[in-house]
């Protein structure tokens, strides 16, 4: 019965749709991008449609969407790829936001999954991300359902928390499974931590001639190692997060991480680490998929707070550029 309370009280929290809100922003825009990256390649018909309706690959009738709308064909492609564009639109802009998020999940999910040789890990998180915005009230905030509903942008309406929580918990299963899977030795002590050098050098991921690594080469050993280490040890912030929740038991590991952020250095550290794929590597929208999700690891309050700090040192930094540009202007003049 203790832990039923528990999880009951965890999951009947409530808070403000910020956090949600941004986070829907930032995964429709991500959805837009990896759609438009496709389709201004003019690489739809060539990835999507079958080959004996024009494409490259034998690519079957696809999901029961694509097959209850006709199988792989162009006329079905495009159907679909304008309807996950369009409701990847209005999940951004937060129009009808549950139906939009629904048919974006489910029209995204039938165009990239139809050729499994095209299919990225973004394209699973972009889905699963779609899928928790039907599930949450991310539109309560920021979104043009609020503004319909209240004549503003902004509402302190509160919704259940449990769907920020659902993000967090997909974010650490994302880095844990990936790090897992980086078992060959090129990733451990044994091979030297020479994995990032190797991609650097594979034409096929880097965006420029990387030749020059061979001359740090021990730096690319320091960042193979951090990754690895940062992926499998992401499990670290949901014993964070439990220890943050039940801060009022006793327990010295508990005092330890109550004293301590540990979603700073996880930022950091995860910021550098993406920051430094989209520099060098070509890897589709992981990335930008990737950081949407940690705009969940804070409450709204939070959010908020570093969105008025944010302004006000605009403020200030606006402020002493006017004085400057006053005084300089007066010592001109006179």
């Known amino acids: 019965m ?73 006329e079905t492609v495009h159907v679909l790829y304008g309807a996950a564009l369009g409701s990847a639109v209005l999940v951004t802009l937060g129009l009808v936001t549950r139906v939009s998020a629904l048919v974006a999940g489910q029209t995204y999910l039938a165009l ?22 039907v599930l949450s009230g991310s539109s309560r905030t920021l ?72 001359h740090v080469y021990p730096l690319t050993q320091l960042a193979t190692a951090v990754t690895w280490f940062f992926e499998v040890g992401a499990p670290v912030v949901l014993v964070w997060f439990y220890y943050r929740y039940t801060a009022e038991r006793p327990g010295r590991a508990r005092a330890w991480f109550a004293r301590r952020d540990l979603r700073v250095p996880f930022v950091v550290v995860g910021l550098a680490l993406h920051l430094g794929i989209l520099v060098t590597l070509n890897v589709g929208p992981f990335s930008w998929v990737a950081m949407a999700y940690y705009l969940c690891l804070f409450r709204p309050a939070e959010l908020t707070g570093a969105w008025a700090w944010t302004l006000r040192r605009g403020q200030r930094w606006r402020e002493r550029h006017d004085e400057r540009r006053i005084a300089h202007l007066t010592r001109v003049s006179t």
């Open 2 to 74: 203790s832990a039923w309370r528990f999880w009951v009280t965890l999951f009947d929290r409530r808070e403000t749709a910020s956090s949600l809100a941004c986070f829907r922003i930032a995964i429709g825009l991500v959805t837009i991008y990896s759609l438009l990256d496709v389709g201004l390649a003019g690489l739809v018909d060539v990835l999507w449609v079958d080959y004996h309706s024009g494409g490259y690959a034998c690519l079957g009738t696809g999901n029961w969407l694509m097959t209850w709308l006709g199988g792989a064909t162009p």
């Open 112 to 133: 990239v999954f139809v050729n499994g040789s095209a299919t990225g890990g973004y394209d699973q998180l972009i889905t699963n991300a779609l899928w928790l915005l």
């Open 143 to 214: 979104s043009l359902d609020c503004l319909l509903r209240t004549g503003r942008l902004r509402s302190d309406e509160l919704i259940p928390a449990w769907p920020r929580y659902l993000v967090i918990f997909q974010l650490v299963v994302m880095y844990t499974c990936t790090g897992l899977h980086k078992l060959s030795s090129a990733w451990l002590p044994l091979g030297g931590y020479s994995a990032l050098y190797d991609v650097f050098q594979e034409p096929t991921w880097r965006r420029f001639d990387m030749r020059w690594t061979a």
